[in-house]
C-alpha cells in the first residue's frame, strides 16, 4: 500500500522552542484524533548550509532558529483532505492566531506527496 505524506519545513527560533513543542504535541493529538496514521515532528540535528540550496536556506534560516521537519502519513490524498478538513475546524485548531504562533509561518513550506517506494526493517525472531 502507498501512502500520501504531507511535509512541512519551519523555521523555529531557538528561544520558541518549548512552545513550539507544546503545539506539536497538542497537534500530533489532533492529527491522530481525525485520522492521520502518523505524525512526526523533527529538530534539525546535522543540516549543512549549502552553497546553493538547503534546508536552512529554504527557509531563509537566522542564527537564532533551527531548522524543523514534519510529516504527517494518510492512506490516500482524499484521506489526508478529510482528516485536514476535520482538523481545521477542530476548537483546538479554528481559533489559532497566525500572529502568535511560536515561528514565522510566512517562512514556513510544505507539501503532500505519493510514496513510490517504502521499506521498512523487519524484526527477525532471535535465535535459540
Given at each position: 500500500?502507498?501512502?500520501?505524506?504531507?511535509?512541512?519545513?519551519?523555521?523555529v527560533?531557538?528561544?520558541?522552542?518549548?512552545?513550539?513543542?507544546?503545539?506539536?504535541?497538542?497537534?500530533?493529538?489532533?492529527?491522530?484524533?481525525?485520522?492521520?496514521?502518523?505524525?512526526?515532528?523533527?529538530?534539525?540535528d546535522?543540516?549543512?548550509r549549502?552553497?546553493?540550496t538547503?534546508?536552512?536556506?529554504?527557509?531563509?534560516?537566522?542564527?537564532?532558529?533551527?531548522?524543523?521537519?514534519?510529516?504527517?502519513?494518510?492512506?490516500?490524498?482524499?484521506?489526508?483532505?478529510?482528516?485536514?478538513?476535520?482538523?481545521?475546524?477542530?476548537?483546538?485548531?479554528?481559533?489559532?492566531?497566525?500572529?502568535?504562533?511560536?515561528?514565522?509561518?510566512?517562512?514556513?513550506?510544505?507539501?503532500?506527496?505519493?510514496?513510490?517506494?517504502?521499506?521498512?526493517?523487519?524484526?527477525?525472531?532471535?535465535?535459540?
Open positions: 500500500m502507498k501512502y500520501f505524506i504531507d511535509s512541512i519545513v519551519i523555521p527560533p531557538k528561544a520558541k522552542r518549548a512552545a513550539y513543542l507544546r503545539l506539536a504535541r497538542v497537534a500530533s493529538k489532533v492529527w491522530i484524533e481525525h485520522g492521520a496514521l502518523e505524525y512526526h515532528e523533527c529538530i534539525a546535522d543540516v549543512p549549502g552553497k546553493r538547503s534546508f536552512p536556506r529554504s527557509v531563509q534560516l537566522k542564527s537564532s532558529e533551527t531548522v524543523w521537519i514534519s510529516w504527517i502519513v494518510y492512506r490516500s490524498r482524499r484521506h489526508r483532505d478529510r482528516v485536514n478538513a476535520e482538523v481545521m475546524k477542530d476548537a483546538r485548531f479554528a481559533q489559532m492566531n497566525p500572529k502568535t504562533l511560536p515561528f514565522d509561518a510566512k517562512r514556513m513550506f510544505y507539501g503532500g506527496f505519493v510514496e513510490v517506494v517504502s521499506r521498512r526493517r523487519v524484526k527477525q525472531r532471535a535465535k535459540h
